[in-house]
């Protein structure tokens, strides 16, 4: 058997603000054009991807998040099994596009770290450090960004109210995560 | 005895909290709410400190941040100590300390003011002049220049406040809180406009604020308290915010703007802990109101830069804000009304008036008569001819002026003062409306240049924009907002504005005197020592463009960026050469508009967030066993493991051994991985690299060499088919980022057409790496299921695998020339098969070995690295790497460039081994390769790119680009050194195991 | 730093973009057949104009995405931006 170690071990609490990692979430590249693949896409899982930019769908399971008019990440609501890195989901699309030529499947569910942040600072923490506006984006449920924070690409998903995932390149988490703590450290 | 200087009705000040603070290492008392200017004028300081060129006794000119003299030294330790701060702008705080710059032993006795009596040798483009022959002479002169140059000192040690940066995004940022500010900052926030408002001083008002003068009124009330009102209703408003102590230090294209928000340099020390000290806000607002007011202008006469000399309006600032006199015997001069304000709040606080001297003739507004009715003396048509009084201003001469302005005629009349107060008019600050890429305008009544042209989507108001009296301001502020805003109306369309100011002006740029010019100091820069002399000169040398006399003279080049004498640098150069205002140009005002510590500028950015590290899934493992790390492009990487004594040499020595004798484990998770799906895919790889893929089997890999348009080598690495129409392909460590941009170029905008998508997987896999001739029995051990036999696993190919329930993939590739494998597995679990295959190779000598010992091994074998052995001037035929580029493909990017004139020369740098005459002689990279040392010049024929000892050749080997090299197999050459020449021979780059019989062994 | 507003994204920082050069630069199709100076034509000479210039950009940090940009250049004014494979607006 082989151990599991998360990117980020540690949780930070801060006044207004909680910083974590969660683990182990499935995550995947969804990849493709054609108008067969978004409905072949819809049937299998039961979830439309969104065709909205800086948008995202959310079904009981998944969400998947826009990237780009040819590009969504889909991610497990739920932290998965640490033992095992089969899923089937990743299976199901391979069968259901892949295969088929439809589009591409990439599993990327250790290639960002999905951080997860709560409390009425979170947007406060980002202007230090993000040159995007988030003046509308705090207001709007499910929106999607991709931009820079510190200098690391990022993305971002506004699931809810003061409830927020950031996803970020792994090798890149660790510097993140202590520049994030340093920040939230003076809010 | 001490004079009694504190009034009793200063706006600012709480007379019930007293502070100490030390001055040049005496201590005086201020109360809350001073500046450092203010306290040290109420206990009768002029003198703050020695000008820079000719060390003269300066003191406080200004109530702002335009303050060209009174700079002082800030803190006295050598981490916080400041140079150059305003003690017009700094608070005091109880503990403060702060002393005079640019002079030694001490401001009162002064060394370097013996430049003062050496000034007429000291004329514009002194240094230039004198310091330029001979040339070899230079580096003698500039130590003794560096010696008496520069205002201040820096810190020695690092700094220990915290800075930080902060974006902020608005609808409306309105720059300055004076009242044209705060009616705009009204009117946007009401119509529901995210509005912020900065303001540079620590209070909102502008002058207006402690304006209680009946002559200024604004619905029946007087101005001050009018705006007082305001005030307090615009903080309630939601969609508001203020920030004080806030400057905007610069004005970028796009509304994009930088402000530097002061947290807490007027907190004593001990209340400062570990709060941030200035913010740097980086604003993006839709649209910019600049309403930064004006800025009073002085006058050019001869000594007109003493101690006691100041800004007429400054003057009135000390005694209406700060309750500060800044003398007992006070004059003023000016060519405007603005005066009379000041000596209408002087006679309010009972502080005396020696008289008014006027420049104009003819003078009449309401404010005059009732300066008139006080007996105060004023002498119309007069000009102060000149000033006396080493340390302060004692006496001055005046002298009536002639019809045109230029000459000075009737006797010469000598009036005692300790304080001169001098309005010149005013000018429009519109310093951030420049920087922003306005145009502006000139308006001749009365000498001003005005916003004219906008470059983006903003707007100028008030004083800024020309309106500097009361009613002008009310009127015309609502009216453009209205227009701007596209709104009805506002709250201020009907006000009842009554202001006495009469806008008559004498405007004299440069103001003559009984002496000729060339006897005068006239200062039109005071920080930089410029005179109006210096810029005749400059003229009469035959500058004629503005920004050359600037540089020449160094006028508005001081940190003060000449705020005050600008406009007179231009009215002199103007008139001198007969030319109209503006036709020679302005002068550009550059960021930021007041001095940023660097501490601002780098915020956050220092320490351990310097630069962005990336780590690897192993990393704790790394630094667990002591491996020391080197930077390869962000990440780190475990450059080699030493034991106990060891060197870095021994280390690397120890572990190359270990890699072909035993086995070595390498992790090569920071290779850059592209994950490649589509039906196009392999026809992709055909285009991108120079050798042909279409025939690669699924389940097999290959190496590929990608080329620029150019021809020149870009990156390289080995591409695997892991199923029909999938591959992944790794890059080199550094170059994965530009690679992914590339080929996504190639396909978005060439290529469109084609069924390929791209995915970065670098982050998901780790990559072990374990090589040698026992890896795999120890590969065997980790992966018991997986069929390790050359007939089921060749070299070149790869499986897929499962460790437990942990599904992976296992590539038999090596950049070592031994046989090896590379397991790719999530990489979460990347640090437990590491910790697997350590604890698997126990028995056989497995050895940890960094980025190093990789190179020393893959040199061995000749392999290159892109980017060391090569600099983007090297094609595949350059390494003698032909046997990678294809003939049979029709077209791939860079295959043209291959065959063009330059390209097939002959004797072009190539790549090729090189072997000293001592094997123990190990060259250094980057040294000169050449063939005859006797020759002159000597012809330089390449240089060394990569250079170890090897342990297993047990001699030295070396890489290298020698021109033409491709064709000297065998022969001499020389590495001329400092201390003696190393002979090489050139010799195949292959240096071991030619056969590759070790891949399989 | 201007502002740019990404044809698939919307307005973002320039930060988050990368600059690509001189946009409609079309790669020849059959390379080999150009002369050495046809070939050194498409590589190497840019216009680089002080005005009006057509300009490619990606925007690297969002969707990775190259698309076409109008720019003042004397006054980094940007007039439009488009799709890549979409003609440049006429005026």
């Given at each position: 058997?082989?151990?599991?170690?998360?990117a980020?071990?540690?949780?930070?609490?801060f006044?207004?603000?909680?910083?974590?990692?969660?683990?182990?979430?499935?995550?995947?590249?969804?990849r493709g054009?054609?108008r067969?693949?978004?409905?072949?896409?819809?049937?299998?899982?039961?979830?439309?991807l969104?065709?909205e930019?800086?948008?995202?769908?959310q079904?009981?399971?998944?969400?998947?998040?826009?990237?780009s008019?040819?590009?969504?990440?889909?991610?497990?609501?739920?932290?998965i099994?640490?033992?095992?890195?089969?899923y089937?989901?990743?299976?199901?699309?391979n069968?259901?596009?892949?295969?088929?030529?439809?589009?591409a499947?990439?599993?990327?569910?250790d290639?960002?770290?999905?951080?997860?942040?709560k409390?009425?600072?979170?947007?406060?923490?980002?202007?230090?450090?993000?040159?995007?506006?988030?003046?509308?984006?705090?207001?709007?449920?499910?929106?999607?960004?991709?931009?820079?924070l510190?200098k690391?690409g990022?993305i971002?998903?506004?699931?809810?109210?003061?409830?927020?995932?950031?996803?970020?390149?792994?090798?890149?988490?660790?510097?993140?995560?202590?520049?994030?703590?340093?920040?939230?450290?003076?809010? | 005895?001490?004079?009694?200087?504190?009034?009793?009705?200063g706006?600012a000040?709480?007379?019930?909290?007293r502070i100490?603070?030390?001055?040049n290492?005496?201590?005086?008392?201020?109360?809350?709410?001073d500046?450092?200017?203010s306290a040290?004028?109420?206990?009768?300081?002029?003198l703050?400190?020695r000008?820079f060129?000719?060390?003269r006794?300066?003191?406080?000119?200004?109530?702002?941040?335009?303050?060209?003299?009174?700079?002082?030294q800030?803190h006295?330790d050598?981490?916080?100590?400041?140079?150059?701060?305003?003690?017009?702008?700094?608070e005091?705080?109880?503990?403060?300390?702060?002393?005079?710059?640019?002079?030694?032993?001490?401001?009162?006795f002064d060394?370097?003011g013996i430049?003062?009596?050496?000034?007429?040798?000291l004329?514009?483009?002194?240094y230039?002049?004198t310091?330029?022959?001979?040339?070899?002479?230079?580096?003698?002169?500039?130590?003794?220049i560096r010696?008496?140059?520069?205002?201040?000192?820096?810190?020695t040690?690092?700094?220990?406040?915290?800075?930080e940066?902060?974006?902020?995004?608005?609808?409306?940022?309105?720059?300055?809180?004076?009242?044209?500010?705060?009616m705009?900052?009204?009117i946007?926030?009401?119509?529901?406009?995210?509005?912020?408002l900065?303001?540079?001083k620590?209070?909102?008002?502008?002058?207006?604020?402690?304006?209680?003068?009946?002559?200024?009124?604004?619905?029946?009330?007087n101005?001050g308290s009018?705006l007082?009102?305001?005030?307090?209703?615009?903080?309630?408003l939601?969609n508001?915010?203020?920030k004080?102590?806030?400057?905007?230090?610069?004005?970028?294209?796009?509304?994009?703007?930088?402000?530097?928000?002061?947290?807490?340099?007027?907190?004593?020390?001990?209340?400062?802990?570990?709060?941030?000290?200035?913010?740097?806000?980086k604003?993006r607002?839709?649209?910019?109101?600049?309403?930064?007011?004006?800025?009073?202008?002085?006058?050019?006469?001869?000594n007109?830069?003493?101690?006691?000399?100041l800004?007429?309006?400054?003057?009135?600032k000390f005694?209406?804000?700060?309750g500060?006199?800044c003398?007992?015997?006070?004059?003023?001069?000016?060519?405007?009304?603005?005066?009379?304000e000041t000596a209408?709040?002087?006679?309010?606080?009972?502080?005396?008036?020696e008289?008014?001297?006027?420049?104009?003739?003819?003078?009449?507004?309401?404010?005059?008569?009732?300066?008139?009715?006080?007996?105060?003396?004023i002498?119309?048509g007069?000009?102060?001819?000149?000033?006396?009084?080493?340390k302060?201003?004692?006496?001055?001469?005046?002298?009536?002026?002639?019809?045109?302005?230029?000459?000075?005629?009737?006797?010469?009349?000598?009036?005692?003062?300790?304080?001169?107060?001098?309005?010149?008019?005013?000018?429009?600050?519109?310093?951030l409306f420049?920087?922003?890429?306005?145009?502006?305008?000139?308006?001749?009544?009365d000498?001003?240049f005005?916003?004219n042209?906008?470059?983006?989507d903003?707007?100028s108001?008030?004083?800024?924009n020309?309106?500097?009296?009361?009613?002008?301001?009310?009127?015309?502020?609502p009216?453009s907002?209205?227009?701007?805003l596209?709104?009805?109306?506002?709250d201020?369309?009907n006000?009842e504005?009554?202001?006495?100011?009469?806008?008559?002006?004498?405007?004299?740029?440069?103001?003559p005197s009984?002496k000729i010019l060339?006897?005068?100091k006239?200062?039109?820069d005071?920080?930089?020592?410029?005179?109006?002399?210096?810029?005749?000169?400059?003229?009469?040398?035959?500058?004629?463009?503005?920004?050359?006399?600037?540089?020449y003279?160094?006028?508005?080049?001081?940190?003060?960026?000449?705020?005050l004498?600008?406009?007179?640098?231009?009215?002199?150069?103007?008139?001198?050469?007969?030319?109209?205002?503006?036709e020679?140009?302005?002068?550009?005002?550059?960021?930021?508009?007041?001095?940023l510590?660097?501490?601002?500028?780098?915020?956050?950015?220092?320490?351990?967030?310097?630069?962005?590290?990336r780590?690897?899934?192993?990393?704790?493992?790394?630094?667990d066993?002591?491996?020391?790390?080197?930077?390869v492009?962000?990440?780190?990487?475990?450059?080699?493991?030493?034991?106990?004594?060891?060197?870095?040499h021994?280390?690397?020595?120890?572990?190359s051994?270990?890699?072909?004798?035993g086995?070595?484990?390498?992790d090569?998770?920071?290779?850059?991985?592209?994950?490649?799906?589509?039906?196009?895919?392999?026809e992709?790889?055909?285009?991108?690299?120079t050798?042909?893929?279409?025939?690669?089997?699924?389940?097999k890999?290959?190496?590929?060499?990608?080329?620029?348009?150019?021809?020149m080598v870009?990156?390289?690495?080995?591409t695997?088919?892991?199923?029909e129409?999938?591959?992944?392909?790794?890059?080199?460590t550094?170059?994965?980022?530009?690679?992914?941009?590339?080929l996504?170029?190639?396909?978005?905008?060439?290529?469109?057409?084609?069924?390929?998508y791209?995915t970065s997987?670098?982050?998901?896999?780790?990559?072990?790496?374990?090589?040698g001739?026992?890896?795999?029995?120890?590969v065997?051990?980790?992966i018991?299921?997986l069929?390790?036999?050359?007939?089921n696993?060749?070299?070149?190919?790869?499986?897929?695998?499962?460790?437990?329930?942990?599904?992976?993939?296992?590539?038999?590739?090596?950049?070592?020339?031994?046989?090896?494998y590379?397991?790719?597995?999530?990489a979460n679990?990347?640090?437990s098969?590491?910790?697997?295959?350590?604890e698997?190779g126990k028995?056989y000598?497995?050895?940890?070995?960094?980025?190093?010992?990789?190179?020393?091994?893959r040199?061995?074998?000749?392999?290159?690295?892109?980017g060391?052995?090569t600099?983007?001037?090297?094609?595949?035929?350059?390494?003698q790497?032909?046997?990678?580029v294809?003939?049979?493909k029709?077209?791939?990017?860079?295959k043209?460039?291959?065959?063009?004139?330059d390209?097939?020369?002959?004797?072009?740098?190539?790549?090729?081994?090189?072997?000293?005459?001592?094997p123990?002689?190990?060259l250094?990279?980057?040294?000169?390769?050449?063939a005859?040392?006797?020759k002159?010049?000597i012809?330089?024929l390449g240089?060394?790119?990569s250079?170890?000892?090897?342990?297993?050749?047990?001699?030295?080997?070396?890489?290298?680009?020698?021109?033409?090299?491709?064709?000297?197999?065998?022969?001499?050459?020389?590495i001329?050194?400092?201390?003696?020449n190393i002979?090489?021979?050139?010799a195949?780059?292959v240096?071991?195991?030619?056969?590759n019989?070790?891949?399989n062994? | 730093?201007?502002?740019?507003?990404?044809?698939?994204?919307?307005?973002?920082?320039?930060?988050?973009?990368?600059?690509?050069?001189?946009?409609h630069?079309?790669r020849?199709?059959q390379p080999?057949?150009?002369s050495?100076?046809?070939?050194?034509?498409?590589?190497f000479m840019?216009k680089?104009?002080?005005?009006?210039?057509?300009?490619?950009?990606?925007?690297?940090?969002?969707?990775?995405?190259?698309?076409n940009?109008v720019?003042?250049?004397?006054?980094?004014?940007?007039?439009?931006?488009?799709k890549?494979?979409?003609?440049?607006?006429?005026d």
């Open positions: 058997m082989l151990n599991y170690n998360q980020l071990p540690e949780k930070k609490s006044q207004d603000l909680q910083i974590e990692e969660i683990k182990p979430i499935m995550k995947l590249i969804i054009k054609k067969e693949f978004i409905s072949a896409f819809g049937k299998a899982l039961n979830i439309l969104p065709t930019s800086n948008t995202s769908t079904s009981d399971k998944l969400t998947a998040l826009w990237l008019p040819d590009e969504w990440m889909l991610f497990s609501n739920k932290p099994d640490e033992n095992t890195n089969d089937d989901t990743e299976k199901l699309l069968n259901k596009i892949s295969k088929i030529n439809l589009g499947i990439t599993d990327v569910s290639q960002f770290v999905m951080i997860n942040l409390g009425n600072k979170i947007y406060e923490l980002f202007q230090t450090g993000s040159p995007f506006n988030f003046n509308n984006f705090q207001n709007k449920k499910g929106a999607v960004i991709q931009t820079i510190a690391i990022i971002v998903h506004n699931q809810d109210k003061n409830i927020v995932n950031l996803f970020v390149r792994r090798s890149f988490s660790q510097h993140l995560f202590s520049w994030m703590n340093d920040a939230a450290s003076r809010l | 005895m001490t004079k009694n200087l504190r009034l009793k009705t706006k000040i709480d007379e019930t909290y100490s603070f030390k001055f290492g005496s201590t005086y008392y201020g109360f809350k709410g500046t450092l200017a040290l004028l109420a206990n009768d300081i002029h703050i400190g000008s060129k000719y060390h006794p300066r003191g406080i000119m200004t109530a702002g941040s335009e303050e060209p003299n009174a700079i002082v800030l006295n050598s981490s916080r100590t400041e140079p150059n701060v305003r003690a017009t702008e700094i005091i705080y109880e503990g403060l300390e702060a002393s005079s710059q640019n002079c030694w032993p001490s401001v009162n060394i370097g430049n003062n009596l050496l000034s007429p040798l004329p514009a483009g002194f230039y002049k310091f330029m022959w001979p040339a070899s002479f230079w580096e003698k002169y500039e130590y003794f010696r008496s140059a520069g205002l201040g000192k820096s810190p040690k690092p700094d220990p406040d915290i800075y940066h902060k974006y902020i995004h608005c609808d409306v940022l309105i720059i300055g809180a004076g009242i044209s500010g705060i705009a900052a009204k946007a926030a009401k119509n529901g406009l995210k509005t912020l900065v303001e540079e620590p209070n909102l008002g502008g002058s207006t604020i402690y304006q209680n003068s009946d002559h200024f009124k604004i619905n029946n009330q101005s009018w007082e009102k305001e005030i307090n209703e615009i903080k309630k939601k508001l915010e203020i004080t102590r806030t400057s905007v230090a610069a004005f970028h294209g796009y509304n994009f703007l930088l402000a530097r928000e002061n947290l807490t340099d007027h907190l004593p020390m001990n209340q400062r802990n570990d709060k941030t000290r200035h913010k740097l806000l604003i607002a839709k649209k910019v109101i600049t309403a930064t007011g004006s800025i009073e202008r002085p006058m050019i006469f001869d007109n830069d003493r101690p006691g000399i800004l007429s309006s400054a003057i009135k005694a209406d804000y700060f500060v006199a003398g007992e015997k006070n004059i003023l001069f000016t060519n405007n009304d603005s005066a009379y209408i709040s002087l006679i309010q606080k009972g502080i005396n008036i008289a008014i001297i006027d420049n104009r003739e003819e003078v009449n507004s309401k404010l005059i008569y009732e300066v008139e009715k006080n007996n105060i003396k002498f119309k007069y000009t102060v001819a000149n000033t006396f009084g080493y302060r201003i004692n006496k001055i001469s005046i002298m009536q002026l002639s019809k045109d302005g230029q000459k000075v005629v009737g006797p010469k009349i000598i009036l005692s003062c300790d304080c001169l107060g001098v309005s010149g008019g005013w000018t429009p600050a519109v310093h420049t920087q922003s890429g306005g145009k502006l305008k000139f308006r001749e009544d000498q001003v005005l916003p042209i906008y470059p983006s903003q707007l108001i008030g004083a800024c020309g309106d500097f009296t009361l009613d002008e301001i009310l009127r015309n502020t009216k907002l209205i227009k701007y596209k709104i009805k109306n506002t201020y369309d006000l504005v009554s202001s006495s100011t009469n806008k008559s002006k004498r405007n004299i740029w440069l103001l009984d060339g006897k005068t006239s200062f039109v005071y920080q930089n020592d410029a005179t109006a002399k210096d810029i005749k000169l400059a003229l009469r040398e035959g500058f004629r463009s503005i920004e050359h006399v600037k540089r003279t160094t006028t508005g080049m001081g940190t003060d960026q000449g705020k004498g600008n406009m007179h640098a231009l009215g002199i150069v103007s008139e001198t050469a007969g030319a109209k205002m503006g020679l140009g302005t002068t550009t005002f550059r960021p930021p508009y007041t001095p510590t660097f501490g601002t500028i780098v915020g956050r950015n220092v320490g351990e967030y310097f630069d962005i590290f780590k690897t899934p192993i990393h704790d493992w790394h630094i066993h002591k491996a020391e790390f080197e930077n492009g962000q990440w780190k990487r475990a450059w080699y493991y030493p034991k106990e004594n060891e060197n870095m021994d280390a690397v020595q120890r572990e051994k270990a890699a072909r004798e086995a070595g484990i390498l090569a998770s920071t290779l850059g991985k592209i994950d490649i799906q589509g039906t196009d895919a392999s992709f790889l055909n285009r991108i690299y050798n042909a893929w279409s025939k690669l089997a699924v389940g890999c290959r190496y590929g060499l990608m080329l620029n348009e150019d021809g870009y990156d390289d690495g080995v695997t088919r892991l199923d129409n999938h591959y992944i392909m790794t890059t080199t550094g170059g994965a980022a530009n690679v992914m941009g590339k996504e170029d190639y396909l978005q905008t060439e290529w469109p057409e084609l069924d390929v791209l997987v670098t982050d998901h896999f780790a990559t072990v790496s374990v090589c001739p026992n890896s795999k029995k120890i065997s051990q980790v018991p299921d069929d390790l036999s050359d007939e696993f060749p070299h070149m190919s790869f499986k897929n695998a499962k460790i437990g329930n942990i599904n992976c993939r296992v590539m038999r590739i090596s950049f070592t020339g031994e046989h090896s590379e397991i790719n597995i999530q679990y990347g640090k098969v590491w910790e697997k295959c350590m698997a028995d000598n497995i050895t940890p070995y960094g980025t190093e010992t990789m190179h020393l091994l040199a061995e074998k000749g392999f290159i690295i892109v060391q052995d600099d983007a001037t090297m094609t595949p035929i350059d390494l790497m032909d046997w990678i294809s003939k049979k029709y077209d791939f990017i860079g043209r460039s291959l065959y063009r004139s390209t097939i020369k002959e004797n072009r740098k190539q790549l090729v081994g090189l072997l000293t005459d001592d123990n002689e190990v250094e990279e980057g040294a000169q390769i050449v005859d040392i006797n002159s010049p012809e330089m240089h060394v790119t250079s170890y000892y090897s342990p297993n050749l047990k001699k030295s080997i070396a890489l290298g680009v020698v021109r033409g090299g491709k064709n000297m197999m065998g022969q001499k050459l020389i001329p050194m400092e201390k003696k002979n090489v021979i050139v195949d780059p240096f071991l195991d030619k056969e019989k070790r891949l062994a | 730093m201007f502002i740019i507003n990404c044809p698939y994204c919307g307005e973002r920082e320039q930060s988050e973009f990368k600059a690509g050069g001189e946009a630069i079309v020849p199709k080999t057949e150009l050495d100076d046809e070939w050194a034509e498409y590589l840019r680089n104009i002080k005005g009006i210039q057509f300009e490619r950009w990606n925007h690297t940090h969002g969707c990775r995405k190259w698309f940009m720019r003042d250049t004397s006054n980094d004014e940007i007039k439009a931006v488009y890549m494979g979409e003609k440049p607006p006429v």
